[in-house]
């Protein structure tokens, strides 16, 4: 049985395809058309996923949406009789929905085939519920707790859930405009960062803040009964799609959020690419910690509703990694699993599986551990695109690629490392990655330098083997898709000092052999060089979405200063570069 997962006309569209409740492909537009954040309808993503499979569009028994525009209708047109202003937009988007919800000729027009050839049954799934869908579905668990959180979607911006068997039944919503995730936005904005997805750079800012703005920031979301509330006198009304706009070309704009009161409280808002001054770090950090405050008391809420060990979370704010690493500290949850997609790109899975698993009753699969699910290229393909970029390459066997490999980033080089299936979901987990030493002082500096030209403020991560984790960091809840923050034990802090941030945390990934050995294979490489079992891990790209083809991967290594690629088995170096290693990089307090 095949069913076609969408996410479609909302940030991150994307597609995946499950084969008799396995999850074969899956993929973000962004990663094939090249537009961050891509918003449109994802059909790149549908034939990517339909040619990995080997199968037609006329071959799809169901096509499922993780997006239902009737959901929460009643909510809706209360929220637009109370707020007469939004009534001609509610209508406007009710019709422009109405449009997308004709997936046959959509995926017709798309593939140009006849719509009379399209056997597929539709399904649209409400927003929140596909979130929830596609971690408890993916997790290893008979029954779980499901949390859902994020800026808003079908109306709703948070959802819990008690997930068992193949039921995940809805416990509570919390309804638009009141939303965890739009406070959250509403701060970075006022601060600078601007952009769709800018929240994720924010969360590393707010360690160098002090608690000064606490108590104020405190009072612009506070708990209500089992859920949560604005005081929406801080932000400008949102309408029902809480200020995000998907342009027609399918670039995600954010509208301003912040009202005038912020700026009768706090001055005026920061410009984006200015100084960084203290009150921006210090509302960071206040912004982050009533963050916190607010996620534990929903868990714990949730946990005495649920009183299980087991949490299968999602929604954009479930990629908040800090808040993440201290769940079992803060609430009773022992076990977290949250879907390497935990943004919207998730949507396409959580509405795939939860046709199979709730809608047509089929059997649970085994869960999914690793998060390689795109395309992978082959070694001719990979040759061909070397020679069209007239680089010189060694072909390697396994051994003497990892033990090459681990030499230069012993000796403190910049290395691409491109492998495999391309990652599902924002991070790099070490297939389209740039590694790095660990233990270098200006390593952070000199990637910035050289490849990121990223906010001086953010830090690398690690990746590390995974029966380390005890000894390196004071947690050993595994982090597989690098959604959690740990501290890292004082001891080791020196030693992995490239990679831990000024509050000594670190957003680690646990590598496990059987989830990825090539990447397991070449970290304990370095560590037969160096003794360390971690090393820095981000992703290949340069302010663009992560590389996925080897020719995006050439061209990044070939416009940056990185020093050595190693790309499936070809190791191809660019010297020059080296001295720069161990020079000091001047950064000043400024974003990019
Ligand atoms: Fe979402």
Redesign the pocket.
Known sequence: MLILGLNMFHADASAAIVVDGEVKFAIAEERLNRHKHFGGFPVLAIKACLDAVGAKISEVDHVAVGQDSDANLAKKVQYALANPAKILNFIHLRHRKEAMRDVRSLTANALDVDPAQLKFQEHHLE?HIA?IASAYYCSPWEKAAGFSF?GS?DFVSTMTARCQGNDIEVLDRVYLPHSLGSFYTMICEFIGYTKYGDEGKVMGLAPYGKETYCDLIAKIVRPKGEGLELDLSYFKPLGSNQGMEVLPDGTVRLARHFSDRMEKLFGEPRQPHTEIAQRDMDLAYAMQHRFEEIFFYLLNHLHARVPLDDLAMA??CALNSVANGKIFDRTPFRRTYIQPAA??EG?AIGAALHTYHSVLKQPRRDDLKHSYLGPEFSESRIQSALQRAGLEASKLDRATLLNQTAEQIAAGNVVGWFQGRMEWGPRALGNRSIVAHPGLPNMKHVLNARIKHREWFRPFAPSILAEYQPEYFEHDHPSPFMLHVYKIRPEKRKELCAVNHVDDTGRLQTVAREENPMYYDLIAAFQRKTGIPVILNTSFNENEPIVCTPEEAIACFQRTKMDVLAIGPFLVSKPGHREEATATVSIGKTDV
């Open positions: 927003h979130h994020d979607g929604g954009g943004g919207d949507l």
